[in-house]
């Protein structure tokens, strides 16, 4: 087993809290929708409105803690909603507009190299201040290695790429900026394969992303986390929280 029985009860620990809070605060945006309950009914409109509003909160909600019990497995320091900081080189942000050009027009993503460029401009010119930065998540393997990981709940779309990618390179650049030694990985990650059972079409980000270095989706990301079989021990913390949950969420919905 890659997660401990003490962590399984803490994730389902968080999932029951969050829905149980989002329950107690949850306040539909239109309370008649006569053609809908004529059709559906209202107590199935209702639970369709509740999933929707949990939608826009179950990554900060739900998903931010859950990855931090699950990483604290592997990585000696976790920490959540890490500020990276508030200033960038002129020199990265002239590097980062270099580098965005060159992968627009021949679409070939290295991030390693990417790294190295940014790292020799790190501190060179003035330091420009920024709104503060934020990464979801911050993990420090034992090697010593930081990761800067941006949690997307969404399906992103295409065009949204291009902007996650300048973002990943700004976070390095920031980073850099204060511990210009550090080794450093800055990745997005999307919990779940929302085209399952087939595989996320990876190779349609292909020319703006290093795909190897920069997405982790579903188990890969889980597994990244808390090692081999986490990703199918957290889908089992779900279902056993949504199982005591149940009569609950029974309840609530019938009189809705």
């Known amino acids: 087993m890659t997660i401990s029985q003490q962590q399984r009860q803490q994730i389902k ?146 065009s949204d790429f291009k902007g996650y990618k300048r973002i990943l390179l700004e976070w390095a650049a920031i980073y850099l900026a204060s511990f210009p030694d550090a080794v450093i990985q800055t990745c997005l990650a999307i919990p779940y394969n929302p085209y399952e059972p087939e595989p996320y079409e990876r190779w349609t980000l292909r020319g703006m992303l290093d795909l190897d270095k920069e997405l982790m989706i579903g188990e890969e990301f889980w597994d990244f986390l808390g090692g081999q079989g986490a990703y199918f021990e957290v889908l089992d913390c779900f279902e056993q929280a949504g199982i005591e949950l149940r009569p609950e969420l029974d309840a609530y919905f019938n009189y809705a």
């Open 13 to 158: 620990d968080t999932i029951k809290e969050c829905i149980r809070k989002k329950l107690r605060t949850y306040n539909p945006e239109s309370n008649q929708m006569p053609f809908h309950y004529r059709l559906l009914g209202k107590d199935r409109m209702a639970l369709f409105s509740f999933i929707h509003s949990l939608n826009t909160t179950i990554g900060t909600s739900i998903f931010e803690p859950v990855a931090v019990i699950v990483a604290q497995t592997n990585f000696p320091v976790v920490k959540r909603q890490y500020t990276i900081g508030n200033q960038i080189s002129e020199g990265s942000q002239i590097e980062i507009q270099h580098l965005m050009n060159e992968l627009s027009l021949q679409g070939n993503p290295d991030k390693e190299s990417e790294l190295s460029r940014i790292r020799r401009v790190c501190q060179l010119g003035v330091m420009n201040k920024i709104k503060t930065v934020k990464a979801d998540l911050l993990l420090e393997n034992q090697e010593g290695v930081v990761f800067l990981v941006d949690i997307k709940t969404a399906k992103p779309n295409i």
